[in-house]
C-alpha cells in the first residue's frame, strides 16, 4: 500500500522515472542521420515522425526504446515495493519527461509509445489486445499525415481495454483503470493540441 511506501522512496522513484522518460530516443536516431528531428516533419520527437522521415528501421527501433523506457521505470518502482495505483503517479512523470526532455530545451513527442511501456508494466493482461489492434492501425495509417493514426488507435484500443478491464478473467482495480485512463486521455490531448497548434506540420507534400 502506498502508506508502506516512504516518501523519499516515492519522491527516488518519481526523479528515476522522469529522467528514463526524458532520454531523447527520437532526437538521438536523428543524429545518426545527420538531422535535426525538431526540424522536419512533424517537427515531434516520436517514433512516428522518425519512421515517417528517417526510415522504417529506425522508427521501429525508436518505438521498441520509448516503449522499454516506459517499461523499465514501472520495473523499478516494483521493485521498491510499488504496485497498482500507487505506479500510476512515476507513470505520468515518465510521460512528462518524454514530453519535456531537459536534455532537448524541454522538447520531445507525445508519448504514445512511452505509454505502450508503462502499461506493459502496469496491466499486461489487460492491455496486450489493446495493444495488438493499435499497432495494427498505426502502421495501416502511418503514412496518411492528415489522419493521426495514434489517435485512432488509441481510441479504439481504450475501448477495448475497458471490457478487458471489466471482464471477470482479467478484472482490473477500478483506481488503476481511471489513472491509466487519465495518462491516455492527457496524451491525446496533447496531442491534438500539437497538432492544431502546428497544422503545417501534417499538411500533405
Known amino acids: 500500500m502506498l502508506n508502506e511506501i516512504s516518501l523519499y522512496t516515492y519522491i527516488f522513484c518519481i526523479i528515476i522515472s522522469y529522467l528514463l522518460g526524458s532520454i531523447p530516443v527520437a532526437f538521438i536516431a536523428g543524429k545518426f542521420y545527420g538531422v535535426n528531428i525538431f526540424n522536419i516533419g512533424s ?35 516494483r521493485l521498491y515495493g510499488f504496485s497498482e495505483f500507487e505506479l500510476i503517479l512515476p507513470a505520468a512523470f515518465t510521460i512528462l519527461g518524454h514530453w519535456n526532455s531537459p536534455f532537448t530545451k524541454f522538447k520531445g513527442g507525445d ?21 495488438i489492434i493499435i499497432a495494427i492501425i498505426l502502421f495501416t495509417m502511418i503514412y496518411k499525415k492528415i489522419s493521426h493514426p495514434t489517435i485512432w488507435g488509441g481510441s479504439i484500443g481504450y475501448l477495448v481495454f475497458i ?43
Open 43 to 77: 517537427k515531434q520527437a516520436g517514433a512516428t515522425n522518425v519512421f515517417r522521415e528517417l526510415s522504417r528501421k529506425a522508427g521501429a527501433a525508436v518505438m521498441l526504446i520509448d516503449s522499454s523506457k516506459g517499461l523499465i521505470a514501472i520495473i523499478i518502482c
Open 111 to 131: 508519448g504514445v509509445s512511452t505509454l505502450t511501456g508503462l502499461g506493459l508494466g502496469i496491466a499486461p493482461q489487460q492491455l496486450i489486445i489493446p495493444y
Open 163 to 205: 471490457f478487458m478491464s471489466i471482464w471477470s478473467e482479467t478484472h482490473l482495480d477500478l483506481s488503476v483503470v481511471l489513472g491509466f485512463s487519465i495518462l491516455g486521455l492527457s496524451i491525446m490531448i496533447h496531442s491534438i493540441y500539437f497538432h492544431k497548434k502546428h497544422k503545417e506540420n501534417f499538411k500533405r507534400k
